[in-house]
């Protein structure tokens, strides 16, 4: 030992422990060369030899305001025989000792010295010792001090024992052996697995951190199958249960997981064992996610599921470790069990035109939106294979009962009208005059974004998602398009005009004489009517920084930006992508709106459409593409419609003029009757528009304001006191959601435990999600299980604390604790309490 290191703990006594006499036996006199080398600044050496009698004379009475430093060589006398027994007793005795020094260092009792000399090689380095002074307290025993000595030994910086095991865990998951190396090198490794047998019950001979993982997986599995006669480790059930939820090491118990479930054929033994409903509150392999979600779609497939049960399973998994794995999956059961709930709970007839539209947009449009949000799910479904039955049942009542059986009531309802024309506030052609013009004002700016194809059921659901955002207030309503439902006709019906007309021979659309055609075109038609206006790109817009923007739009009190995400994908070989441009819509008109509001300070923005569209997953059967005379009269076609003039008919198209749809000239239009096709060459089949289809027709209208006291929020729960005191290791806490979720009542994700008063976690970690827009307060109760991840009995008569953890806003982490809902119980628990 340096003679530095000698000289830094004397000073210890003489500074920090205000001592003035030490005595120091060197039994071997080992250490005489170090004594003669040290020099401490106002303490006196003094060499104890064959002077005792002038050594207490001169401490007691020549210099008694003095320090000193006494060296005795040689072994300490019996009491009986020591003449500087007084001085000992009255003062310090000094050993130079490395575990006397480390002793002393750590400020430990002595009593934990044999401690120190079994570990001996732990001791001797400073950085061991260096980083154990900040972990040990002057009360620590045996098993603390052992424990803590683990985490330096591992480079924990806690002495947490779940920490150590995370960080050990980890090392295997990355295939390193470091944090074990050094446990044994210091001969950590023994004790380090007694304690894992005493806090988890995982003994064996040879035990390995796989083997460990193997056991911890099991344990939880059966316990949480409550197989019978098996008692397993409460907890050890709980620290896998945190191992979940642990932030940093989530992911490494995702990797380990799948290890473990792949190494033993998890999936096989389920399936051969297990039920599905027996499995519900189980997560500790992704397997058991993959059975639960097969029973699911078999039982959804032989309609042995209701709407209602299916959500209600699905939001027990919800708060499970790997339900974001499926996410997609349990999408796809809700919105798949959502169809067939409306194909056996609503009928419809179409008794006039104004029955057929209010119907469509109460409740027919359902059918639409639930279609698209079952596809969509599914295409994202890396084994959507499963699904098969269920999709043949959905495609079927979609394409054959509802697409055909609405359009023909619909179609037959078409030759009672006398002219395409509706009120001046659905009528797509008053648009202009009707919406746009009474927002403008003399100061006012507005911008219109016009989505291509963003039909009615689309608004519903973009009108939903910007209801949800701060500062936002939506009105949602519908139009109804001009026919032919196209772009050419639609794009021209929402710009100001009095008039529009085909020019002789072209398929170009002119209003009041001006050609619509393109961007460029429409800007002149917009400054013929308001002079501070342009139409542009919503991609050029959305690739404008601030200033830019700003600077560009300052002469401008009207935009009309355009967004071609849906039509420009409902092309052949990207028909079938359709329902994915219709996400990537929604994403692109929020940064729109959030972009006009935040970086122009422009507050009104209106959404609409030029048309909609037919979509069926399946291909169109033969039966449904009809042969109509195609010449050189024919200007403009697609499958759904053709222009042109004194244009020859057919059996499977209605003939209309111009006059009929509200245009001017000569032109004249076929319009495809239901959901008939016209054989032609180019183009798809599924992707389809241009017909008179409620789809095709109704259009999304959507007016957005800025009103910057409207802040949205996360939805409010409170906590049900049932007992102030927790008297066995179950504890039951009801949760109730206050609110249903809507508009700016968002839904809320909770992480919810038991801690001391420490905060440390005494029970398992449950997550739960608030996002029921139910209004039925029967419907808005989640009770919690807690259990205990030890005997509480040792805690009776203290407090614990319901601690709720919420996610800050932007983040995926709980990190924002919410005090003002926890709760706080007294534990009371008698001996033979009840046991989980």
Same mark, same amino acid.
């Given at each position: 030992?340096?003679v530095?290191?000698?000289a830094a ?7 920090e422990?205000d001592?003035?006499?030490v ?6 006199e080992?250490?005489?060369a170090?004594y003669?080398?040290l020099?401490?600044d ?15 004379y001169?401490i007691?009475?020549e ?8 060296y005795v060589p040689g ?18 005795e000094?050993k ?5 020094m480390?002793i ?8 934990? &010295? ?9 001791f001797?380095?400073? =950085?061991?010792r @260096?980083?154990? !002074? $900040? /972990? ?10 052992l ?6 030994a ?14 050990l ?11 074990c190396?050094?446990?044994?090198k210091?001969g950590?490794?023994?004790p380090?697995?007694e304690?894992v047998?005493?806090e988890f019950g ?12 193997i056991y911890?997986f099991?344990n ?11 008692e397993?480790? &409460?907890?050890?059930?709980?620290f896998v249960?945190h191992?979940?939820?642990h932030? =940093?090491?989530? @992911?490494?118990? !995702? $990797? /380990? ?11 096989k033994?389920l ?27 078999k039982?959804?497939d032989?309609?042995g599921?209701t709407?209602?049960?299916?959500a ?13 794995e499926?996410?997609?999956?349990y999408?796809?059961l809700?919105?798949?069990a959502?169809?067939?709930f ?6 419809f ?8 539209i ?5 409740q027919?449009?359902?059918f639409?939106?639930?279609y698209?949000?079952?596809?969509f799910?599914?295409t994202?479904?890396?084994n959507?294979?499963i699904?098969d ?5 959905i495609?079927?009542?979609y ?8 359009s023909?009531?619909?179609?037959a309802?078409?030759?009672?009208l006398?002219t395409?024309?509706?009120?001046r506030?659905?009528d ?10 009474p927002l403008l ?6 911008c219109?974004?016009?989505s291509d194809?963003?039909?009615f059921?689309?608004?519903?659901e973009l009108?939903e998602?910007l ?7 939506t009105?949602?309503?519908?139009m109804?398009?001009?026919l032919?439902?196209y772009?050419q ?6 710009l ?12 170009e659309?002119?209003?009041d ?8 075109n429409r800007?002149?038609v917009l400054?013929r ?7 542009m790109?919503?991609s ?5 920084k601030?200033d830019?923007a700003r600077?560009f739009?300052?002469?401008y009190?009207?935009?009309y930006l ?7 994908r ?6 079938d ?11 692109r008109?929020?940064?729109l709106?959030k ?8 507050r ?12 069926e ?8 593409f009809?042969?109509?005379?195609r010449?050189e009269r ?9 222009i ?10 209605l003939?209309?003029d ?8 000569t032109t004249q239009?076929l319009i ?7 054989r032609a ?7 389809v528009?241009?017909?008179?289809t409620?789809q095709e ?5 959507i007016?957005?304001n800025r009103?910057?006291e ?8 409170d ?7 927790i008297?066995?290791?179950l504890f039951?806490?009801t949760?109730l959601?206050k609110?249903?979720v ?9 992480q919810v ?5 420490e ?9 739960l999600v608030?996002?029921?827009s139910?209004?039925d ?6 009770k919690?299980?807690?259990?205990f991840?030890r005997?509480?009995?040792p ?16 983040t995926n ?5 919410l ?15 009840e046991?989980?």
């Open positions: 030992m340096s530095e290191t000698i703990a004397l000073k210890r006594l003489y500074e422990q001592r003035s006499v005595v120091w036996y060197d039994e071997e080992s250490f005489r170090s003669e080398a020099q401490i106002g303490v006196e050496k003094i060499v104890a030899e064959r002077n005792l009698f002038w050594i207490k001169r007691y009475y210099a008694p305001e003095h320090k000193y430093l006494v072994p300490r006398p019996d009491n009986r025989d020591n003449w500087l027994l007084d001085l000992v007793l009255s003062s310090y000094f130079a000792d490395a575990s006397s480390a002393r260092e750590l400020g430990l009792d002595v009593r934990l &010295k044999p401690v120190l000399e079994r570990y001996g090689a732990f001797k380095m400073e =950085k061991n @260096e980083a154990l !002074r $900040a /972990l040990v307290e002057p009360l620590d025993d045996d098993e603390s001090l424990n803590k000595m683990m985490a330096v591992a480079g924990v910086k806690s002495d947490a024992f779940e920490e150590l095991l995370y960080a865990l980890d090392e295997l998951h990355r295939e390193k052996k470091t944090r190396n050094r446990l044994e210091f950590l490794l023994k380090f697995w304690r047998a005493r995982y003994r064996n001979d040879e035990p390995t951190m796989m083997g460990l993982v911890l099991d939880r599995f059966r316990l949480c199958v409550r197989e019978e006669g098996f397993g480790s &409460k907890r050890a059930s709980l249960n191992w979940m939820q932030v =940093k090491y989530r @992911e490494t118990f !995702r $990797a /380990l997981s799948r290890q473990v479930e792949e190494e033993l054929g998890i999936e033994s399936a051969a064992g297990h039920a599905a409903d027996a499995l519900l509150e189980c997560d500790t392999y992704e397997a058991i996610d993959r059975l639960v979600i097969r029973e699911l779609v039982r959804l032989a309609g599921i709407e209602a049960q299916m209600e399973i699905i939001d027990q998994r919800k708060a499970r470790f790997w339900y974001g499926f996410s997609h999956y999408d796809a809700l919105w798949g959502a169809f067939l409306l194909q056996e709970n609503l009928p007839e179409v008794k006039s035109i104004a029955q057929g209010e119907g469509y947009v109460s027919w449009y359902r639409d939106y639930t698209r949000k079952y596809l799910a599914l994202h479904c890396a959507g294979a699904f039955a269920v999709t043949g049942r495609e079927k009542f394409t054959n009962g509802f697409l055909g059986g609405l023909d009531a619909w179609y309802q078409l030759g009672t006398e395409w024309a509706f009120s506030e659905t797509q052609k008053h648009f202009f005059a009707q919406h746009v013009q004002g003399e100061k006012n700016r507005l219109v974004i016009v194809a963003l039909r059921e689309s608004g519903v009108n998602r209801g949800r955002e701060n500062a936002i207030r009105e949602f309503g519908h109804i398009a001009s032919p439902s772009t006709l639609g794009m021209a019906s929402l100001p005009h009095d008039r529009l007309s085909y020019a002789e021979g072209r398929a659309v002119y209003a004489g001006h050609s619509t055609q393109g961007t460029l800007t002149k400054q009517r308001l002079p501070e206006s342009i139409a790109q919503a050029d817009f959305l690739k404008m601030r830019e600077a739009f300052k002469p009190r009207l935009v355009y967004e071609n995400s849906i039509d420009a409902g092309k052949p070989p990207t028909e992508q359709v329902f994915e441009a219709t996400e990537e819509c929604f994403g008109i929020t940064r709106v972009k006009l509001h935040n970086e122009l300070q422009w009104n923005v209106l959404i609409t459409a030029d048309h909609g569209y037919l979509y997953k399946s291909d169109v059967d033969e039966s449904r009809c042969q109509v005379p010449d024919w200007v403009d076609s697609n499958k759904r419609m053709a042109g003039d004194d244009l020859e008919t057919a059996p499977c198209v003939k209309y111009a006059a009929f749809l509200g245009i001017e000239g239009f495809a009757k239901s959901m008939q096709r016209i060459k180019g183009g798809g089949s599924k992707f528009h241009g017909g008179a409620l027709v109704v259009i999304p209208l007016k957005v009103k910057t409207l802040r949205s929020r996360p939805v409010d729960f906590v049900i006191r049932s007992s102030s005191a008297t066995s290791n039951i806490v949760f959601q609110e249903p809507h508009e700016k009542i968002l839904p809320q994700h909770v435990s038991i801690c001391d008063e905060g440390n976690v005494l029970s398992d970690v449950h997550e608030f996002d029921s139910e209004s307060p029967e419907k808005m109760h989640r919690v299980t807690f259990r991840s005997d509480l009995t805690l009776n008569g203290r407090s614990v604390v319901l601690r709720i953890m919420a996610r800050a806003q932007g982490e709980f990190n924002k604790e005090t003002e809902k926890s709760d706080r119980y007294t534990v009371n628990i008698s001996f033979g309490a046991e989980w």
